[in-house]
């Protein structure tokens, strides 16, 4: 993938700069910006012939390439439309049609005039964080298992023209941000498209500690089957038992808080491909059950971005990670597992396995003694049911912690909506045979799922993000990254 590296930078005169092209964002039926008055001058009326003969307006998704003028070869005249209703969804296109459209120019360097680009909140940093981070996703190219991958962007490096000395320190501060933040979506996306024989348990394990080898803040350890088998995790290693890959249990460690600050710890679902067991599913989109581990992959790719960023916070990751495969060895509806609580569980459903690897590892959790937890996991396609692909489901039991996931949620457009974490749900998870069923009957399969995840996690304040629906796509078929985006953002406000 190539990478692009961003520049904050004030030019007095637009046109002086060399470059092989020069982006001049337009509103619709807007007098043209100063950068854009300068560069029609020089190329001798090009942009105003351009929207005089109706070829470019300045609406909303549009884009129109010119003969280059002055120091660039080229000229991209990008669309904003109406600046009285240019809000973050209309800059959030914007940053979309401008990465294609810089694509299609095959230009290596580009200059963006945005002196006079703002949201109509007024909040430009945001804006220009938002331009860096989809910049930054639009480089993503599946390459692992391809003998001819799509062409990778050409560009690799943009300068941001503020139009202001005064912003530019702020809008280099924003454009580093959604740098780093675009690179754990990529990094989360690489991770959940791999084929589950080569994305395995141990691969992750080897993902976490090449990235604790390229930080000194970060350490990794990985936790074997034997040490799980010690450690009482008996749910974990329930779902491991028909597959010919051991479970990792993998935790990072990020020190970038004072020592002592209690961590944010992330946990994350890794089942590295899930047939179901002997609850097998049907064979209609199995392949998609690769992205099994979207949970896991979301949390190496938040760590990702905390590393690149220096977050001055503790947080601590841990996946659950596991292969759920039948065999003469694997686990059969109506067996009863003990997990590391001691609770006991009846499994009456294997391809219920999600909730049997983090109910182990929530109960690990504790030992950090974590400022909140939150646990992100591919776990119900009642989720999808209920909310389709936009929203993950969140359920929380604290207020406070959910309402200021939703804000990240809302603030990073990776967006959840809360869901009841009701006791009356419970009952349904009751057994006859066990402490407590894994499935909870037909009804509210998104909250019983939540419900029997929330009966081990102790005293601590602790959310959970279904990402069934949105993790990834199926038409085109591709890892989303989510919910990176908003982790990375809860992350960044705590940090303040």
């Known amino acids: 993938m190539t990478a692009i590296t961003f520049t904050a930078r004030k030019m007095d005169d637009a046109t002086k700069g060399r470059s092989q092209c020069a982006i001049l964002p ?28 109706g070829d470019f307006s300045g609406k909303s998704g549009e884009s129109c390439i010119l003969p280059g003028a002055a120091g660039a070869k080229r000229l991209l005249l990008v669309g904003c439309g109406d600046p009285a209703t240019f809000d973050r969804a209309a800059a959030r296109e914007f940053a979309r049609t401008l990465a294609k459209a810089i694509n299609a120019t095959r230009a290596g360097d580009a200059v963006l005039h945005a002196a006079e680009l703002h949201p109509k909140d007024g909040n430009t940093p945001w804006l220009l964080h938002s331009l860096a981070s989809h910049l930054t996703c639009a480089t993503y190219r599946y390459t692992a298992t391809v003998s001819k991958p799509k062409p990778a962007m050409k560009l690799s490096r943009l300068v941001v023209n503020t139009g202001d000395s005064r912003s530019v320190k702020a809008g280099q501060k924003a454009l580093d941000r959604g740098v780093a933040i675009g690179n754990g979506i990529n990094e989360a996306r690489r991770l959940a498209d791999l084929p589950g024989n080569i994305c395995t348990p141990g691969y992750l394990a ?28 008996g749910s974990l290693l329930s779902v491991s038992a028909g597959s010919e890959e051991p479970a990792k249990l993998i935790v990072m460690n990020y020190k970038g808080g004072k020592p002592g600050q209690k961590p944010y710890v992330l946990v994350g679902k890794g089942i590295t491909f899930d047939t179901g067991g002997i609850s097998l599913k049907p064979g209609a989109k199995m392949d998609e059950m690769k992205y099994d581990m979207g949970g896991a992959a979301s949390v190496l790719g938040t760590l990702h971005t905390v590393v690149e960023l220096g977050l001055p916070l503790n947080v601590v990751g841990i996946i659950a990670a596991a292969e759920n495969m039948p065999s003469g060895r694997a686990t059969k509806p109506g067996d009863v597992v003990t997990s590391m609580s001691g609770k006991t569980i009846e499994v009456l459903n294997t391809d219920a396995e999600g909730r049997l690897v983090l109910c182990d590892a929530l109960t690990y959790a504790a030992r950090f003694k974590p400022q909140v937890v939150i646990d992100i996991a591919t776990l119900t396609g009642a989720c999808v049911v209920a909310l389709g692909s936009h929203a993950s489901g969140l359920y929380a039991n ?99």
């Open 206 to 233: 080897q993902q976490a500690r090449k990235l604790a080898r390229d930080n000194a803040a970060l350490g990794t350890t990985v936790i074997e089957e034997k040490k799980m088998r010690e450690l009482g995790m």
């Open 26 to 53: 337009l509103f619709h039926r807007k007098k043209l910006s100063a950068e854009a008055r300068q560069f029609d001058q020089a190329s001798g009326g090009a942009i105003s012939a351009a929207l005089g003969l």
């Open 398 to 496: 604290q207020d406070k912690l959910a309402e200021q996931l939703l804000a990240a949620g809302v603030e990073s457009h990776d967006r959840a909506w809360r869901m009841p974490l009701w006791d009356d749900y419970q009952k349904q998870l009751d057994s006859n045979f066990a402490d407590v069923a894994n499935i909870g009957g037909p009804g509210g399969g998104s909250i019983t799922a939540a419900c029997f995840l929330a009966r081990f996690t102790g005293d601590y304040h602790w959310a959970h993000l279904d990402i069934a629906g949105s993790a990834w796509d199926s038409t085109p078929k591709g890892a989303t990254g989510r919910p990176v985006g908003l982790l990375s953002q809860y992350l960044i406000d705590r940090a303040g």
